[in-house]
């Protein structure tokens, strides 16, 4: 993989290296379980060996008798602390420890703590539990699930979009995929375990734990605990990977607190690898009936995409990819529909790119099977189906450079030199198979806060409770603050993590670029007004007669529009003031009105994608090269392409370790990952990074990420469409279709695995 960042183009941001690079790789920067706090105690988890029943008895005493142990948080200890909620802090309803019944495999029966982490270990292991257990459904295949339409029944999904008479299309149509399709669920593995660190105060609580989202965690903490919101202060200022995993509230939190309370000491609770599997969130198994009708010129008639969904007993989350692929294309008719499948597992959650990874899979699937039946490339068919109208809600995108995408990837990858005919291009042993798909994320916003300070010597400040989830949010944040008052990047810092801070948005569904650039350049325009009105209008000196509107700031001086200029020290004198602080509330056109008042109450409301008054997605082109063993049927993916377009790149360097990262991880999503369910108990078997397959360097040679120039001024101020979630949209499909391009055989699920080949 080439290491250099690609020179910046029109309406790209520089590729500046992240200004908290140093302190990451020199182990400086402080992640939650990092923080040393004085005379803290070691908790460890104890988990259900059952995936349903009840815990009849457990036995603690072996437990107490490790030498160190102080306490045990288990049944009825709880009382008084309310369980999550189900919605859009928490992905889950369940207090584990408020009911002796197990709904889920490795539930959380009780938290052990000790001096030391060894002996909370140990003691942990010496727990045991007499069981009651019952017959347990693991999969959608499984018996003994209840089926439920997620429109009208979950909180989380309104209707399922539709237009025209689809069946009647479909069935007039001359051409017709009709398929069924099969996602696996994954899990998060996330570098930086999950963690809990409590300590109490004078009835006030710190947590420091990795979160994606300060300000709700603190309402949500709060409320469980029945304490004030002002008494919560959580502390995050470095997220080792979150990907969604780190957005709602765990089930062990208040467990942590309750702890720290009783033993009146500082706990901090590390979550195993193994424990990580089925005490948060995953990515939900799905299963697909896709369908597409077309005429001769491939244009298509008819749409239908249905999904069955794997959700808890306990909660109705949905994925709900239908909201993206029902307007993906030009399409006819339109049907959609989303069932939930209630099985014997932990409830779900956001996993990047949530609801687009597993949906776009049929989708662009069934598109390239579309196309071989039609004899049509099947970048010409994406063409002839291009659309700029939401065929559901007739609206307009606001920008969309799909096929400028499909044009930059193909002519990089070479696509004209395919052979269409499967199993037609060969090296030696090797089947060589060419694919593509497309990749979308809708561009979310939401109300922003920013607190931004700058002094006459062109050093400014920036507090904002984003998160840095490792995506660089810190580095766009400076670069925003150094464009808007032409400082050099190194002049400004960033207090980020930490809810003392004021509330920015969950650190999800790809707004934080847009959110805090947006909220930014109004921070700094207000700062920016103070100063021009200033200078502007003197008597005399450089902007005698000049307006506000005709200065700008470059190169640490006031200037203006007819070539005079100010040193920033000069316009600070003008004012009277050695610097100017401002605090800025953001609130995106077709936000509700309170949304800031949300925000500090712990709500994000993202608004965009297909809800606004435009359609509102980041598009790209994924194309990638696998290679198939003739005789091993080993599968090999020498090289990907992908083209992106997100409206304004801030920053070229963190965008393509967005993307890349994203397209490696959607190649993993095609070959490599799948949470392991035993159909016997519904317990997971893979529970570690040996048996739960992740790539690595190996498995991917070349990576080229293209960044195609796109301005977009109606998603909002910033210009920004955000791409964290885009880049591993649709590359399981590419896999899956170049696996069809190179041996002839279609396979409908991920993870596609050599035995899949064999036959
Ligand atoms: Mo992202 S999975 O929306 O945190």
Known sequence: MNAAAPAPKENQGQPVPRIDGRLKVTGEARYAADFPLNNLAYAVLVTSSIARGRVRQLHLEAARSVPGVLDIVTYGDMDGVKPPTFGTVGATSLGPLHQQEIIHDGQIVALVVADTFEAASEAALRVRADYDEQPASASLSSGGTETIEAAGKSKMYKEDP????????????????DAEYHTASETHNPIELFSTTCAWNDGKLTVYEPTQNLWGFKAEVARQLGIDAASVRVVSPYVGGGFGSKGPMTPRTAIVAVAARRLNRPVRCVVTRMQAFTTTTYRAE???????????????????????ELTSRSDDYVVGGTDTTARMYGYGAVMTKVRLVKADRQTPGYMRSPPETPYMFPLESAMDELAAALGMDPIELRRVNDTMKDPVSGKDYSSRSLMACYDAAAQAFGWSRRDPKPRSMRDGEWLIGWGCATATYPTHIGAGTARIHLSSDGKARVAVASHEIGTGVRTITAQMAAERFGIPVENVSVDMGDSRLPPAPVSGGSNSTATICSTIIKACDAIRGKLFQAVAGADNGPFAGLQSRDLDIRDGKVVASDGGSLPLEDAFKALG??????????????????????LYNGQTTLIGGSHGKKVMYAFGAELVEVRVNARTREIRVPRMVGAFAAGRIMNTRTARSQLMGGMIWGMSSGLLEATEVDERNARTVNRDLQNYLVPVCADIDQVEVIMLPETDNEVNPAGVKGLGELGNVGTNAAVANAIWHATGKRVRHIPIRLEDLLA
């Not at 539709?162 to 995929?177: L, M, N, P, V």
Request: proline residues 3%; aromatic residues 10%; charged residues 30%.
């Open 577 to 598: 003031a050695g610097a100017i602080e401002e605090y800025a509330e953001f609130v995106p056109e077709g936000a509700p009105k309170d949304a800031v008042q949300k």
């Open 286 to 308: 799905t299963r697909h009936r896709l369908r597409l009708g077309a005429g001769a010129d491939g244009k298509i008639q008819a749409f239908g995409h249905e999904g069955w």
């Open 162 to 177: 539709k237009a025209g008479d689809f069946e009647a299309a479909f069935a007039g149509s001359q051409t017709r995929i």
